[in-house]
């Protein structure tokens, strides 16, 4: 018989656990914070250059505990969605000097990417073209970058990626890497 306004101490042991395996099981999952909406009218070209902030804004991960087991968040759409996202930042698409040819390797490139790509049908595709100072001014290096990321807009085409999906833009000189070499570049990502 229980006695009247004494409280089981075992419910108490089990908030104790609780709030212990809350944090635990926190560190545990993956996070994904995907901001950008697609890029939407008659032109590829986006509106806004540099609007977005980069190829795939807000992305925060926080990494699985060693040893731990995968759970439902770790497969679907949004799993496969992170998993591209990584691989195409992973993956720019080089371009010699002054030129918006696609060489072999970027050619390859270009194909792994579309492959990539075919996983999610749905999802919009910003193409990004930049160069890096060229002799002719700004003036020419936006239209080199807006040219570089047609083309590799074209070859994703070519390699069955749906034209609808996929918007260019480009970036001139704007955003340079740590080398001249690795600032002519077109990147892609999924918005």
Known sequence: MA???ARPVGRWVWWG???LAVPA?????????VDGSPVAGPSRHAAAPGADGGAVAGLTTVAAAPGARPT???HGPAAEHTRIAAALADRPIPFAAD???LTEPATVAVQEVARLLSALPDAPVLVEGHAADTPGGLETA???SERRADVVAGALEAAGVAGDRIATRGHAAERPLDTVARSRRVEISIR
Request: glycine residues 8%; aromatic residues 0%; hydrophobic residues 65%.
């Open 3 to 5: 006695v009247r306004g």
């Open 99 to 101: 030129s918006a040819e």
């Open 72 to 74: 439902p968040a770790d």
């Open 142 to 144: 936006r239209l080199l």
């Open 17 to 19: 656990v609780a709030l």
């Open 25 to 33: 099981a926190l560190a545990a999952v993956g996070v994904l914070v």
